[in-house]
């Protein structure tokens, strides 16, 4: 099974969802940094339902060694942007990003890039959902934004 990094909106988005416990099913090993732990920490305190990370054991806080002074110039999240460093000093790794800009900044750099979509398909390939319609629809209703072409791809993918 391969290893993942993992940004803030696909943990939070996945656990909407009640599918995050997918994660461990489909790697090895998941890593955060501990700028998204701070990010799901304020959103926890601006009263929004988050994830906890120190309630997944699976889930590992590894933080960068450094980051590249072109990350900080881009318009990205701290949690953006430590996942983005995380992944360039371990490029084996799939990063976890659903951001528009730090998925093209990941790919450019030639880092395998899925988002949450991604995950639901593999989950789905797995065997551990039958159908993602609903998943990709609650989705929507729990704030993520899909366009009604990607919605459509994703379930064409799918086969449904």
Known sequence: MPEAISNTS?????????????LPELFNEIWTPNAVVLELREGQQRGYDVPVPSAYAWLQIVEPQSI????????????E???LALALET???????DDG????????SGLTVWGTLRVLLEA????????????V??????????????RNRILN???E
């Open 10 to 22: 696909p943990l939070l988005y996945l656990y909407r969802i009640n599918a995050i416990d997918w």
């Open 68 to 79: 590249p002074p072109e990350l900080k110039t881009l318009d990205l999240g701290m949690g």
């Open 81 to 83: 942007v430590a996942a």
């Open 91 to 97: 490029p084996h790794r799939i990063v976890l990003l």
């Open 101 to 108: 800009l730090a998925r093209r900044t990941a790919q450019t």
């Open 124 to 135: 789905k390939s797995q065997g551990l959902t039958e159908s993602i319609t609903p998943l």
């Open 137 to 150: 629809d609650r989705l929507r209703d729990s704030g993520m934004w899909i366009s009604e072409d990607i």
């Open 157 to 159: 993918l799918a086969g």
